[in-house]
């Protein structure tokens, strides 16, 4: 059974910084897609980022420069590194595994001063 963990969310003023964390478990992230999603209040949920088996990144272009996908193979871990982040970015994110089709519970990110 897959199952995905999210954590690290919380307030931030804008510009500030997160990290967030994806503990898998039931799936070997380092030869898995792994992936981040999030989903603002009203709208619909959005592709943020991902990353391949082979280590090769993909981000939304809302995000690219700023956000940072990562694995840490032997915690089975994906982490989401977010810089400079915006009011905009307030979402719901979730941990996505693309080959399972499974997500977490979400982790709630505020961006407000």
């Known amino acids: 059974q897959v199952q995905l963990v999210e954590s690290g969310g919380g307030l931030v003023q804008p510009g500030g910084s997160l990290r967030l964390s994806c503990a898998a478990s039931g799936i070997t992230a380092s030869i898995n897609t792994m992936g981040w999603d999030r989903q603002a209040p009203g709208k619909q949920r959005e592709f943020v980022a991902s990353i391949r088996s082979a280590g090769d990144t993909y981000y939304a272009g809302s995000v690219k420069g700023r956000f940072t996908i990562s694995r840490d193979n032997a915690k089975n871990t994906v982490y989401l590194q977010m810089n400079s982040l915006k009011p905009e970015d307030t979402a719901v994110y979730y941990c996505?595994?693309?080959?399972?089709?499974?997500w977490g519970q979400g982790t709630q990110v505020t961006v407000s001063s």
């Open positions: 996505r595994s693309y080959s399972t089709m499974s």
